[in-house]
Each structure stands twice: as structure tokens, then as C-alpha cells.
């Protein structure tokens, strides 16, 4: 009797031990709980990045009306302009984002051009991207058309159309370097990835000059076709892609063999911007003011199938978001940017801007 009494006292003892042991250390609930608020927390660091991705994306657009558009693509809205005394004319960020420049150009009534048209005394103008404030303003040569970053951010080069050469600016000291003379009509242009030439479109020719940069001299043109507008050049460096204006082409150049390929597109094709993946060019057919057009040309470089998208009157600037996700084309004669979703060739949103857009940059 006196041993089961005992056994069942010892048994009670168990029981009770391990209860205020459980109580008093929840060891399930411990491991559970921090599980489900480092969830939480990778969710919201998650839209956090999400939200500072949108937060940060910005558009500019030079208006030759006398003004920079900054526009914040989460909400579509202008909510910075930078006046201009001249005419901006064209536009881009550099390789770091944290710098914005434009050409801008003053018109001179007094003095006529070789080029039959008045003397444009013109500016390279840098902006800080962050604060908004100027940085400096270069005099450059004159009627500035387009101007281009090196990848590498050691220079800026500029296009003077009226005194057929290019100006090269070092980056950091904002001092013109060196000037390189090169075809008749000098515009758009784009620099190789690995930022050694510059393939520049000479308007009144029918060439692209090929710019050595770290020699300072033009080492060869390319013919493609009468009035080339712009450049473009594929991520290897091998293929070159030119607007020409006067045959509303855009040509396809092998930069090895220089044997091109044209691909006919819509009236007045102006600027060219590639996809990151080199799949598509986008070519923006302004047309002229008297009869524009209103089409941007997607065209497949691999199957050369072409794809017209409607947009409002004068497409000229075109630039493309990183992602591929979304085409910007600056609308000179409607003074606004149209938005076009790239998946679905749609526009999906237009914005007011400043007067007679033009160039277009994106910031990431």
C-alpha cells in the first residue's frame, strides 16, 4: 500500500515538473514567431525596394521652346523645369545618374552659315540630377546638336552642326579637350560600348564619321544612304543602326564588313533607340511640320518585320526604360511625351510638356 501510495506520489511529481516546464519555456512558440515576422519584414523591405525603384525613375525631355522637363514616372507629372534662354535641343543622363546634359543653342539673326542657315552660338549646360541645381555651362562650337556620355564617364562629346566637328569635353573638369573635325552637318550620334569611337551622322552627306576619341581624329566614314539623322549601336559593338531621313529607311550596317541592310520605315524617321537585348529598334517618324507624322517603327533586327505605333504629331526623341518595359517618344508638334508599353505596343500614357520637345533621356 505504502509503495503504490509512493509511486503514484512520484508520478504526480513527473507530471507536475513538466508542466511548469512547458509553461515556463514555450519553445515552439519562440521558433514560430520570429519566422513569421521576418516574413513581414522581407515583405515590406521587398515593396520598400519597389517603391525607391519608382520613387527614383525619372524622364527628361529638352523643348526647343526654351525649357528641360523633369518628369517622375510614378505619377506622370513635369515636377521640375529648367529654363533656358536658347533652344535645348538635345539631352541625356550620365552613365551614373547623377548628372543631366543638354545642347542648347542661341540664334544669331546677323550672321549666315555655310550651312545657309544663321549662325546658333551654342552651350553644353550640365545639371545635378539630385539637387536640380547647375553645374556649368561650356561653350561649345556652333548650332550644338546631340550630345553623348562615354560608358566609362570620362567625356562628353557634342555635335556643332554648322562647324562640322565634335566637340570633346573631359567630364570631370567640364574643359573642352579637344575638337575633332568630321563630316558636313555633324548630329546624332552614339558612342561604342567600350566608349573608344563615336559613329556620328552627318546630316548633309550621305556618311557616318567613325571618331577615335583617346586619338582626337576621325579614322574613317561609312556611306549609308543621303540625310542619316541619328546612330545606334548594338551591345558587341558589331552593328550599327542609322536613321536616314531622306529615303524613310533605317539601315542596318555590319560594322566588320560595312555591307548594310535597310529596312524601310515610316516619313521622317529621326531618332533610334535599341532594347537592352538588341531584339528591336524603335525609330521615331516625325515627319515634317506641314505634314507630320504620327508613328513610331518597331522594327524585329532579326526577322526585319516592322510594327507602326501610333502616337500624337511629330515623334522625334525616343528612349527606352532598362527593363524594356516602356518606350518614351517626345511629340515635337504636340508638345507632350507618350508613353507606349512595349509588351503590347499600346500607348498607355501621355504627358504635357514643355514647347517643341525633342530630345529625350531617361534616369534610373
Known sequence: MKKSKLLITLILLVVLAF?????????????????????????????????????????????????????????????????????????QVSPDGKIVAYTSAMMMEDDQTDHGSMNMNGSAVFYDTETDELIKKVEVGSH???????????????????????????????????????????????????????YIANLD?????????????????????????????????????????????????????????????????????????????LVANQGTEDNPSNTVSKVDLTTKEVVNIETENGPHGVVISPDNKYVFVTNMYGDTVSVIDNSNNKVIQTIPVGETPNGISFKK
Open 19 to 91: 508542466s511548469i516546464t512547458a509553461c515556463t519555456n514555450p519553445a515552439n512558440e519562440d521558433e514560430q514567431q520570429p519566422a513569421q515576422d521576418n516574413t513581414e519584414s522581407n515583405v515590406e523591405e521587398e515593396n520598400a525596394d519597389e517603391n525607391l525603384e519608382e520613387s527614383t525613375s525619372f524622364i527628361y525631355t529638352a523643348n526647343e521652346g526654351g525649357s528641360i522637363s523633369k518628369i517622375d514616372l510614378t505619377t506622370y507629372e513635369v515636377i521640375e523645369t529648367y529654363e533656358d534662354e536658347g533652344m535645348p535641343h538635345n539631352i
Open 205 to 281: 552627306e550621305d556618311t557616318i564619321s567613325v571618331v577615335d576619341i583617346a586619338n582626337n581624329k576621325e579614322v574613317k566614314k561609312i556611306k549609308v544612304g543621303p540625310g542619316p539623322v541619328t546612330t545606334a549601336i548594338t551591345s558587341d559593338g558589331k552593328k550599327l543602326i542609322v536613321t536616314i531621313s531622306s529615303d524613310n529607311s533605317m539601315a542596318i550596317v555590319d560594322l566588320d564588313t560595312e555591307e548594310i541592310e535597310k529596312v524601310e520605315v515610316g516619313e521622317g524617321p529621326i531618332q533610334v533607340y535599341l532594347t537592352t537585348d538588341d531584339k528591336y529598334a
Open 144 to 198: 550644338p546638336a546631340h550630345i553623348v556620355f562615354t560608358e566609362d564617364g570620362k567625356y562628353v562629346l557634342v555635335t556643332n552642326y554648322e562647324d562640322d566637328n565634335v566637340s570633346i569635353i573631359d567630364a570631370k573638369s567640364y574643359e573642352i579637350s579637344n575638337t575633332v573635325t568630321v563630316g558636313s552637318g555633324p548630329h546624332g550620334f552614339r558612342i561604342s560600348p567600350d566608349s573608344k569611337f563615336a
